[in-house]
C-alpha cells in the first residue's frame, strides 16, 4: 500500500503533468494506492508563476492578480471535492487544462462550464464555491504542507507501508516526471536519482523524511 | 489534527478500531454519530477525503437506505448530504480520519495509515551515503 501527496499550483500544466504521472503510477500499481492533490500557495509558488508567465512585469499589481487567482482556484477545487475526490480532480484538471492548452481565462463562465462537464453538484458547487468550509479545508491544507516541509510547486510526498522498516516518507521536488515517480514508488531510490539527473533539472532534490 | 472516530455502539468493526488506536497508542477522539448525528459541513469534510463521494460513506445494506427509496444514480449530492445529517444511521461505519487520510470499516492493513510518522528532511548527500551502502 502506497500514499501519494501531491501539492500543486491549481493553474499549473507543470502541475498537470505531475497529476497525470501520479494517475499512471496509481493505475499500473499492483498495490493499493490512496493518492491525494493538495493546492499549495505561498510567496515561492506565486514568484515561480510570476516568472513563467510574465516575466517583465515584475509589479506589485501583478503579483497580487496571480495571488488571487492562484487563491480563487485553489478554492473552486476545494468546493469541488466537498463532492469526492475523484470528481473534484477531474474539475482541477480540466480546469488546468482549459487554462493552459486551450488558453481560456479564468472567469466564471469557465468555471460554470467545467462544473457542468465534471457532473458536479451545481447548487452544491455554488454554496460551497467561497464559503468558510471551503477557506477552512484550504488552510488545512497549508498546514499539512507545512507539516511535510513543501516549499515548491509539484512536490510530492511518498509513504510505502509495504516496508515495515521504512519508517519515513519520500519528499520529491520537481516531481512532474514520471519515470522518478515510479522509481520512488519502487524504493529504488538509485534508479529515481539517475532519472532525475537525466531529466536535466538541476532543482531536482530528493529529501528522505523520517521519524 | 487528532484522529478522528466516528462509531456507533454494538458495532464490532468500531470496536476493533478502537483497540487499535488504543493498542498503538494513537490519541483519538470518538463520536457516536447516532447520538451526535453529524451536520452538513461535518459530512462535506468527510467527503472531501472519499474517492467517489457520497456512495463511498452511505450504508446501502441499511434499513433506513431502502425506506428512503433512495436511488444514487439520480440523487443530487446536496439532497444527500441533507438526508445524510437527518438520519446518521445512513452511514457506514466506523469512519476514521485525520487533516488528510480518511478510512470506512475497520481493515488491519489500511488502517496502519495512521501510524504518526514526524518528519525529518535530510539533505541529498545523506541521501546519497545512505544509497552508497
Redesign the interface.
Known sequence: ?L?I?LFVNPLGDHCLEAERSVLKVANEEQA?V?Y?F?PLLNLHTVENVMQHYCPAQHNLTTRNNIFQTIYTAALDY?AA????????QEFLMALQEALNSQHERYTDELIQQLVIQTG??M??FH??RQSK?AVE?FE?DQ??AN???IQKHPSAVI?D?SDPTQ???I?LEDCHSYEVLKQVCHGN??AA?AAQDAAKHPQH??????? | MTVQLYTSSSNASSRKARAWFREHDIPFTERNIMAQPLSQDEVKRLLRLTENGTEDIVSTRAKIFGKLKIDLDTISTGKLIDLIAQHPDLLKRPIMFDDKRLQIGYNEEEIRRFLPRKTRQLEMEKVRARLAI
Open positions: 500500500m500514499e501527496y493499493t490512496h491525494q493538495l476545494k471535492l466537498f463532492q469526492g475526490k475523484r470528481r473534484g458536479l453538484d447548487e452544491m454554496e460551497d468550509l479545508s488545512n498546514r499539512v507539516e511535510m516541509k509513504y507501508y519508517d519515513y516518507g519528499l531510490y538509485a536519482l532534490n530528493l529529501h528522505i523524511l523520517q521519524n
